[in-house]
Nanobody
């Protein structure tokens, strides 16, 4: 079993910053990728950013230059630094861990950006 615990969400004004964290625990042996997705009300879940075990990153066009993903392999933790937040960034943010052929998801953390 693998557990993902997210933290760091909250309410922030437009232009502000938040840092999300996702700590993985349990039967972890070889992580391929960790990432962040988000889902706004009435919309599909979308990729925000991902980072491979080798450190390669991928970002949604809408967050490039504002968000930065990083990971601490020793702690099995992934971070998402979100700067210059916009109201359209409001969503529930989910952490994903990909290990082998399996995907694991966190419970989600709410990010609300007020205008």
């Amino acid at each position: 079993q693998v557990q993902l615990v997210e933290s760091g969400g909250g309410l922030v004004q437009a232009g502000g910053s938040l840092r999300l964290s996702c700590a993985a625990s349990g039967s972890i042996f070889s992580i391929n990728l960790m990432g962040w997705y988000r889902q706004a009300p009435g919309k599909q879940r979308e990729l925000v950013a991902a980072i491979t075990s080798g450190g390669r990153t991928n970002y949604a066009d809408s967050v490039k230059g504002r968000f930065a993903i990083s990971r601490d392999n020793a702690k099995n933790t992934v971070y998402l630094q979100m700067n210059s937040l916009k109201p359209e960034d409001t969503a529930v943010y989910y952490c994903e861990l990909r290990m082998g052929l399996d995907d694991y998801w966190g419970q989600g953390t709410q990010v609300t950006v007020s205008s």
